[in-house]
């Protein structure tokens, strides 16, 4: 069986090791049109967090690697078209138009940080990082600039934010919506992070639409009738795939990501899409959007590789589950928020403590928001703010949801105990005592 894999990302990588470990006489053929592959799309991040000394350690696999695992890695490999009548792909590779056949054909092809709603959001000073030769250009630009515009406030554009004012930048944020990280986290629970923000000097613009970014020197961007100028623009808007190359028939959504069921088959048979390309259901209902999030993107490499010869795992959904460290704060969600839950047809209530991390005096605590289903009570979401790292609790909390855990399952929910590292009740054990601070049923 001959599998050939486009992209060499996390999904693609994933796919292939998967596919490797289940058909070990299996012909696997990687295409990846950069010329390295393994490349971490937020390695720029690391640098600046001081957490790599060089770009070049931003890197989770190797080409090398995949070789010892028979895995034929094609670099510089720009897929042009593909045919899945005759089962074909062509690419361009050393300057030459080549063609490769297929038994099982894996779109990887991840994202690219790109707007079409903003003109000039493709000059030179408008920088995008998610490669290696990107985030090379980025960091030259980033030493010689002193002041820079972030467009969007996700989680890269809030931790580019963070990173680039802890080296003494001068840093303008512009996000549409009324507060950072919304999809994310609801108001009350981001204030504090978003507060610290302003603290730290941060010129945050919200409920503003950037319409044009003019790339003279310095560079302005334009929003509503107002502007502001900088010496260069980080782009932190949603990224979305480029998939030029397919043929009329793999079935496409409204936002030109491949339609995929469960098992990551598209509407070709033995074509698959996994990772940026694709949208997913959301937790185990039928709804589906675009989350392109690493953890998915692995996860759906894995579940492809499963399904290549009759579909045997299904994908079960995604949480959105996100981690990080921002201005003094460790922020985690996972889940609905109670913002998006009015979309939801359910009748949602939530809850909102403060639990102490251990029993001693000094003990720092973490903020925990509930979201839960007001008849079911089975926890629907979860977000979580601390000084402390307790970021790895988020995990916990994703099990939970993803296994339909109620609140009286919680509070039953077995844990360890020691003083100097827990408090008498796990943070992630649901509880509403008159000793744990609350802010009482917030519906």
């Not at 079935?251 to 491949?258: A, C, N, P, V």
């Not at 009570?377 to 099990?399: C, D, F, M």
Request: charged fraction near 20%; include cysteine.
């Amino acid at each position: 069986m001959k599998i050939v894999i486009i992209g060499a990302s996390y999904a693609g990588v994933a796919a292939a090791l998967e596919v490797r470990k289940k058909y070990f006489d299996a012909e696997i053929i990687l295409l990846e049109k950069q010329s390295t592959l393994g490349y971490i799309p937020n390695g720029l991040h690391l640098y600046w967090g001081n957490k790599i000394s060089d770009l070049n350690a931003a890197y989770f696999i190797t080409k090398e690697q995949l070789e010892r695992q028979n895995i034929q890695c094609c670099l510089e490999a720009s897929v042009e078209k593909m045919n899945t009548v005759n089962k074909t792909v062509i690419y361009l590779w050393q300057g030459k138009e080549e063609l490769i056949t297929y038994d099982k054909l894996i779109i990887a092809t991840g994202s690219s940080q790109l707007s079409q709603k903003i003109s000039g959001s493709d000059g030179e000073s408008v920088l995008k990082y998610k490669r290696y030769p990107e985030a090379v250009a980025a960091l030259a630009k980033m030493e010689t600039s002193q002041s820079v515009t972030i467009i969007g406030a996700g989680p890269v554009g809030v931790e580019a934010a963070y990173l680039l004012s802890k080296q003494q930048k001068q840093v303008t944020l512009i996000e549409s919506m009324d507060y950072i990280l919304f999809k994310y986290f609801d108001k009350e629970m981001i204030q504090p992070v978003q507060d610290r923000m302003i603290e730290m000097g941060i010129d945050l613009r919200l409920n503003q639409t950037v319409s044009a970014i003019e790339a003279d020197q310095p560079v302005m961007v334009r929003f509503g009738n107002e502007s502001v100028t900088s010496d260069a623009v980080i782009l932190g808007v949603n990224v979305r795939p480029n998939l030029f190359f397919l043929d009329e028939h793999i079935q496409l959504h409204m936002d030109q990501t491949i339609a995929v069921d469960r098992y990551m088959r598209t509407s070709v048979e033995d074509v698959f899409a996994v990772g940026d390309c694709i949208q997913l259901a959301y937790g185990d209902g039928d709804e589906t959007e675009y989350i392109p999030l690493v953890n998915n993107a692995v996860r759906t490499g894995i579940v492809a590789a499963a399904n290549l010869i009759q579909p045997e795992m299904a994908f079960k959904g995604s949480l959105r589950t996100i981690g990080t460290y921002l201005f003094g704060y460790y922020i985690a969600s996972t889940g609905m928020t109670e913002a998006e839950s009015v979309f939801s047809g359910q009748t949602v209530k939530s809850y909102r403590q403060e639990v102490r991390l251990t029993s001693l005096p000094d003990t720092d605590t973490v903020m925990i928001k509930w979201i839960y289903d007001a008849d079911s009570q089975i926890l629907l979401g979860a977000q979580l703010i601390s000084k402390s790292n307790i970021l790895e609790k988020i995990n916990t909390l994703a099990l939970a949801i993803q296994t339909n855990q109620t609140l009286e399952d919680l509070q039953q929910k077995e844990y360890f105990f020691n003083p100097s590292f827990s408090q008498m009740i796990s943070a992630t054990n649901f509880i509403s005592w008159s000793e744990v601070r609350d802010d009482g049923n917030e519906n």
